[in-house]
């Protein structure tokens, strides 16, 4: 029979228990992304594989000089969104940073809506900046929905509702800013924010 030393199975054994931590990890994760640039080439980033996108139209991104993606799962009442958008400073949406902020951190009209709920505005330190984040829960109404006979989508005579939480990042970007906002129910909301906060964090700017 063949003895294997203490000292080398000792160190197999080592091995064996981290791989499969790492494996364990990986499989944890859950999500594979791919790298994606705007329509109007002004970032980078990742977007989680597997999710539906959808960019800003051409006309629409020259009308309001706004470029942007979002991507999003599942069906209405268990969607989570996520978005990217470049607002350069001629944009024609929001003057600066500061009036995105104001205008989805707070009440419109400085009346809040049952079912609204407003977080404070605070720092967050992100790569090469110092961005803006907050919180907010709204309550959202299903504007379509596909009949399956027709084939198209139509207006619900009783549309469904469902409350969402949403998270906000804005930083500068260039001339601009660049905003981040993060959409999903209170149940899915902690499972895939992990998912945003990796978008985020991939988020190249291209021009200068």
């Not at 051409?58 to 799962?73: I, P, Q, S, W």
């Not at 907010?136 to 504007?143: A, G, K, N, T, W």
């Not at 998270?167 to 601009?176: D, L, N, Q």
Request: a positive charge; charged letters at 25%; glycine letters at 8%.
């Amino acid at each position: 029979m063949v003895r294997i030393p203490f000292k080398i199975l000792l160190a197999f054994t080592a091995l064996v228990f981290l791989t499969g931590i790492a494996c364990a990890q990986d499989s944890s994760s859950g999500q594979d992304f791919s790298d994606y640039q705007s329509p109007g080439k002004t970032f980078r980033c990742i977007l989680p594989k597997g999710w539906n996108v959808h960019e800003v139209p051409d006309h629409r991104r020259e009308l309001t000089k706004v470029d942007g993606v979002n991507a999003y799962r599942g069906n209405f009442e268990g969607r989570v969104t996520l978005s990217v958008y470049y607002f350069p400073e001629d944009n024609k949406l929001h003057k600066n940073m500061e009036r995105y902020i104001e205008v989805h951190s707070r009440p419109v009209l400085g009346m809040k809506l049952e079912g609204h709920d407003y977080g404070p505005v605070s720092d967050m330190a992100l790569k090469g900046a110092t961005g803006k984040t907050f919180q907010r829960s709204v309550i959202e109404y299903e504007d379509h929905v596909f009949n399956q006979k027709l084939g198209k989508y139509l207006e619900p005579l009783y549309p469904k509702q469902v409350s969402l939480t949403e998270i906000f990042i804005v930083m500068p970007a260039g001339s601009g800013f660049a905003a981040f906002r993060y959409k999903a129910t209170p149940q899915t909301s902690k499972a895939n924010e992990h998912i945003f906060r990796q978008v985020v964090d991939s988020f190249i700017f291209l021009i200068y």
